[in-house]
């Protein structure tokens, strides 16, 4: 009974290779699909490879919903553009800059606005005299709006990174933002602001504006004064 259920040694050889092949084939399988991530993935090995496989981008976005309306009071006397070239490099203690380490080589475009803001103006802040040819206004000093950053003229010229800078990227749900060079990009942005005059402008465009308005309606004498 022994001799009979014994099979015979190439039968024995057949089954072991059979029941191989679909690990190794799994395997395979796998290991592709691990060069394909890295290849095509964060890591862009080989960025013009994506293309083959078709990619396509949709968007999915629902529609813009209204939170809140404000009034403006302000009138807006002078704006500016200005560029900066923000140079940001992060190091780490002990590693070379090929194992850990940024840098990135950014190009920030944005617009300042200058604004007079008339939403305090009482009956104190005007003063006409009795026939009605002069007027004195009293306004508050022009103010710096937020920078407002351009995204179609803003980008980034280089970015270098470290070997684990990458890999942290490649698990990461948020790889290589933007965010730091942007908020520097913004900061340098409105300190040239400060530095240009923009606000002596806005005075005097505004002053210029309220001096024309107020001579259409008959007053031959107007001044502004900025307090």
Do not use: C
């Amino acid at each position: 009974m022994q001799r009979s259920a014994e099979l015979p040694e190439e039968a024995r050889k057949s089954g072991k290779s059979g029941s191989r092949r679909p690990v190794w084939f799994a395997a395979g399988l796998l290991a592709l699909a691990a060069l394909l991530v890295v290849v095509t993935g964060p890591l862009g090995l080989l960025p013009g490879l994506g293309g083959l496989f078709g990619e396509k981008t949709r968007d999915r976005t629902g529609p813009a919903v209204l939170q809140a309306v404000q009034d403006m009071s302000r009138y807006e006397g002078a704006a500016g553009n200005y560029q900066v070239v923000v140079d940001l490099e992060k190091d780490a203690r002990l590693l070379p800059d090929a194992v850990r380490g940024t840098r990135t080589l950014y190009v920030g475009a944005g617009t300042v606005s200058a604004y007079v803001d008339l939403g305090g103006l009482d009956e104190r802040s005007v003063t006409v005299s009795e026939d009605r040819t002069r007027a004195e206004l009293r306004l508050p000093h022009a103010a710096l709006g937020d920078p407002a950053i351009d995204p179609d003229r803003s980008y980034a010229v280089s970015k270098e990174r470290g070997l684990l800078d990458r890999l942290g990227d490649f698990f990461s749900a948020n790889p290589s933002g933007e965010q730091a060079v942007q908020k520097l990009a913004v900061q340098h942005i409105a300190e040239a602001a400060r530095d240009s005059g923009l606000t002596q402008r806005a005075e005097k465009n505004t002053a210029a504006m309220l001096e024309g308005l107020l001579r259409s309606l008959g007053f031959s004498q107007v001044s502004v004064v900025y307090a």
